[in-house]
C-alpha cells in the first residue's frame, strides 16, 4: 500500500538518453552530491553507477544474472537503513520510481527504472572502509527492471571462471545452501587482498605475507608436494574466501601472517577455522609466519590445535615434528 506519493515533474527521460547532472536535479530535484540521492520534490530515487568512485569503497555494483546489484550509501562504519538506503528499501510504500544512471558527474546516461526484488530485495557482505580498509558490513540492493531498460557489458559484474551468473545470485539470494569449493593456483595469492587494502602499512604487510608464501611453497614443492590453495564461497556472501596454502600431498592448510603478534596469530586461528569446515579431508591447520612465536603464543597456537611454521637457514622448520617441513 502507498503511503506517500509526492508530487512533481512527470518522468521524460527514455533508457539510453544522457543528461548533465546538474540539469537533471534542476527538473527533478535531489543532491548533487552521492550516489543514492532520493528527491523531497518528485517521486523518483536516482542512484549513480561508477566503478571508479565506489571501488575504493569495497562497492559491489553491476548485473548479476537478470538482477542489478547496488551498494547502499554509507563510506564508514556498517551501512544503515537511513537517508537513501531507507528510502530505497520503502521505495514501493512511499511511491517512488527507483533510477539508475551511469556515471556520477557531469553527463549521466540514464539506463531505466528499476524496483526491488521482492524475494529477496537485499543482502549484506563485508567490505573495506576507503581510508582504513577496516572491514565493515554495507549493503546491497538486489534490483529488477521496470520495463525497458539498458544492458551493457560494461555494466556486467566480472565474475570467476567457475561460477556462472544465475549460480552467483542463487548463492547470494539464499537459495542455495551449499559452498563453492575450486582449486586455485598459487600464483594468485592475495591478489584479492591486496587489491582492498588502502593504507600503506596493510598494503606491505599483504606484500610481505606474498613473499613467505611464494618461498614456502617453493620449498615444498622441492620435496615433492602438490601445493596450491582454495576459493570457498560461502552460501549467503558475495565475495570469496580465499586460503593462503594447501599442501594436497599431505593434507596440510596454512594461514601466512607477515608478523607473529597476537592480534594476527588470533586472526589467524580464526580465518584457518572458517577455511578448514569447508574440507572433508580435515586438514592439519599450520600459521606461517616470518619468525618463531614466543612461547605463549605458542600455548596460544596448541590449544587451538593450530601448528606454527617458520623460515630457519636455506628452509623451513615447524613445532609439529616436522608435519609441515
Known sequence: MVNAVIEGTPWHLGPGESIRRTELHQIYGGSRQGGTIPSRSTPNIMLFLDRDVGSPHGYFDGWVGDRFYYTGHGQKGDQRFRAGNGAVVRHRDDGRAIRVFRGAGGLVTYLGEFALDEDRPYFRMEAPESETGVPRQVIVFRLVPVGSVIRDPRDELELPDEISAPELDAIISGQRDEAVVVRVPVEQQNVEEVEVCRTTDSYTATRAEQTLVLAYCQFLEGRGSVVSRFRVRPPGEARPIVCDVYDETRNNLLEAKGSGTRGELRMAIGQLTDYARFQKSAPALAVLVPTRP???????????????????????VDNARGRFS
Open 294 to 316: 614466543r612461547q605463549d603464543l605458542e600455548e596460544l597456537l596448541t590449544a587451538a590445535r593450530v601448528s606454527a611454521v617458520w623460515p630457519e637457514g636455506k628452509g623451513f
